[in-house]
């Protein structure tokens, strides 16, 4: 798992060679939804190549659209109005969140990639085109109507601080009443690989947030007993609607790395996934037969979604703990997980001369030619 700090330590150990970088030839292809409904939220994937040790995307969103998160960190990200930096350092793909305007029509997305040498490489295709249709329109996307409520799931949100946000992962699906749904996190940024339910009702297409905590969550007043491997959040849809009345058969398929299980000295039979709703669960978690030479892979049964841990070596069924007061949430939650540069377009984070590196000292580096 790739740690923003490793990444900009990593960034500036190589300053002193980043002159002598051979040439690259660089390319970049983004893959987005030919069309959307208005106020949906759906995600944007580039898919990168051949830019060196470190590149950057620049990503020009169509006016009208707004920026939700992405899949690399925080620190990674700049957004300055319609503008988003994206820097990369041996990524090979990455996705970002956007929301659609409430207005119909056809936009037009354009971007760049530029690499070491800032070398400069269009997004392909270097127009890309989106349609924005009515919830209610009778446009031909079929499949995104739900008696109008393609988007009563919504984004959802975290009400936990960004600040102990280690990484996440975004997916979407569309819940239908009677069918098995399954969300997916093929990045591998979290330890948490899918999430699956039965659907009861039909919510129309919702996004389902899965997040790695630094520590423990603000969200809840202690941890169960044993030794932590990961705190985590799961957030299906918005408005507390992956509820007993909406969903059953609720599980969290999540994976654990061999080599924290040997330096704990921990058996994996003794890992467990909990749960926490006014109290934590231990729930019932299952070792998959899966072979690795990296990570153990597990699936635990849970009655709902929300804050989680991942705990070895302990045998008790449940705690009881105080509920979470409600002025611990003060007024420092984040609601966005990036924030707009104060700097302008010319001062987005990217890549300069390497004496340049060497000056700032605690950046990855910086760009100052305009997009």
Same mark, same amino acid.
């Given at each position: 798992?790739?740690?923003?700090?490793?990444k900009?330590a990593?960034v500036l150990?190589? !300053?002193?060679i980043l002159?002598?970088v051979p040439?690259?030839?660089?390319?970049?292809e983004r893959?987005?939804?030919?069309s959307?409904s208005?106020s949906?939220?759906?995600? /944007?994937?580039?898919?990168?190549a051949? @830019?060196?040790?470190?590149?950057?995307?620049?990503?020009k969103?169509?006016?009208?659209f707004t @920026?939700?998160s992405?899949?690399l960190p925080e620190?990674a /990200?700049?957004?300055?109005?319609?503008?988003?930096?994206?820097?990369l350092? #041996?990524? &090979?793909?990455f996705? @970002?969140t956007?929301k659609?305007?409430?207005?119909t029509g056809?936009y037009?997305?354009?971007?760049l990639?530029r690499d070491?040498n800032?070398?400069e490489?269009?997004?392909?295709p270097?127009? $890309? $085109?989106?349609? /924005?249709?009515?919830t $209610? !329109?009778s446009s031909?996307?079929s499949?995104?109507?739900s008696? !109008?409520s393609?988007?009563?799931?919504?984004?959802?949100?975290?009400p936990?601080?960004?600040s #102990?946000?280690?990484?996440? &992962?975004?997916?979407? +699906?569309?819940v239908?009443?009677?069918?098995h749904v399954?969300?997916d996190?093929?990045n591998g940024?979290?330890c948490?690989r @899918?999430?699956e339910?039965?659907?009861?009702?039909t919510l129309?297409?919702?996004?389902t947030i899965?997040e790695?905590?630094?520590?423990q969550s603000n969200?809840?007043?202690?941890?169960?007993?044993?030794t932590?491997?990961?705190n /985590?959040?799961?957030?299906v849809?918005s408005?507390g609607i992956a509820?007993?009345d909406?969903?059953?058969?609720a599980v969290v !398929?999540?994976?654990?790395?061999?080599a924290w299980?040997?330096e #704990?000295?921990i058996?994996a039979?003794?890992l467990n996934?909990?749960y926490y709703?006014?109290s934590w $669960?231990?729930?019932?978690?299952?070792k998959?037969d899966?072979?690795s030479d990296?990570y153990?892979y597990?699936?635990?049964?849970?009655?709902?979604?929300g804050?989680?841990?991942?705990? +070895?070596g302990?045998?008790?069924?449940?705690?009881?703990?105080?509920p979470?007061p409600?002025?611990?949430?003060?007024d420092?939650v984040?609601s966005?997980?990036a924030k707009?540069?104060?700097g302008?377009?010319r001062?987005?984070?990217g890549?300069?001369?390497?004496a340049?590196?060497g +000056?700032?000292?605690?950046?990855?580096?910086?760009m100052?030619?305009k997009?």
């Amino acid at each position: 798992m790739k740690r923003p700090e490793f990444k900009i330590a990593f960034v500036l150990l190589l !300053g002193l060679i980043l002159c002598t970088v051979p040439a690259s030839a660089g390319s970049a292809e983004r893959t987005l939804p030919s069309s959307v409904s208005t106020s949906e939220v759906f995600e /944007v994937t580039i898919n990168v190549a051949d @830019y060196g040790v470190a590149g950057q995307v620049l990503e020009k969103i169509p006016a009208g659209f707004t @920026y939700v998160s992405s899949t690399l960190p925080e620190e990674a /990200v700049t957004v300055n109005g319609s503008k988003i930096s994206f820097l990369l350092i #041996n990524d &090979e793909s990455f996705s @970002y969140t956007l929301k659609a305007p409430e207005s119909t029509g056809t936009y037009q997305f354009v971007g760049l990639l530029r690499d070491i040498n800032k070398a400069e490489f269009s997004v392909l295709p270097a127009s $890309s $085109s989106i349609k /924005v249709v009515s919830t $209610s !329109g009778s446009s031909g996307g079929s499949s995104r109507k739900s008696s !109008g409520s393609s988007s009563s799931g919504g984004a959802g949100g975290s009400p936990e601080l960004q600040s #102990n946000v280690e990484a996440k &992962e975004l997916s979407q +699906a569309f819940v239908t009443n009677g069918t098995h749904v399954r969300f997916d996190f093929p990045n591998g940024v979290t330890c948490i690989r @899918y999430v699956e339910f039965d659907a009861k009702k039909t919510l129309g297409k919702i996004t389902t947030i899965a997040e790695m905590l630094k520590g423990q969550s603000n969200l809840v007043p202690n941890l169960p007993e044993g030794t932590v491997y990961k705190n /985590v959040n799961i957030w299906v849809g918005s408005g507390g609607i992956a509820n007993s009345d909406n969903i059953e058969n609720a599980v969290v !398929g999540f994976r654990v790395e061999k080599a924290w299980l040997e330096e #704990n000295e921990i058996d994996a039979d003794s890992l467990n996934l909990w749960y926490y709703d006014d109290s934590w $669960s231990k729930l019932d978690t299952e070792k998959l037969d899966e072979e690795s030479d990296t990570y153990v892979y597990f699936e635990a049964e849970t009655p709902g979604f929300g804050s989680f841990v991942i705990v +070895a070596g302990d045998d008790s069924g449940s705690i009881e703990v105080e509920p979470v007061p409600t002025a611990d949430a003060g007024d420092d939650v984040a609601s966005e997980p990036a924030k707009a540069s104060s700097g302008g377009w010319r001062s987005t984070p990217g890549f300069e001369s390497a004496a340049f590196l060497g +000056a700032v000292g605690a950046a990855y580096c910086v760009m100052r030619r305009k997009f």
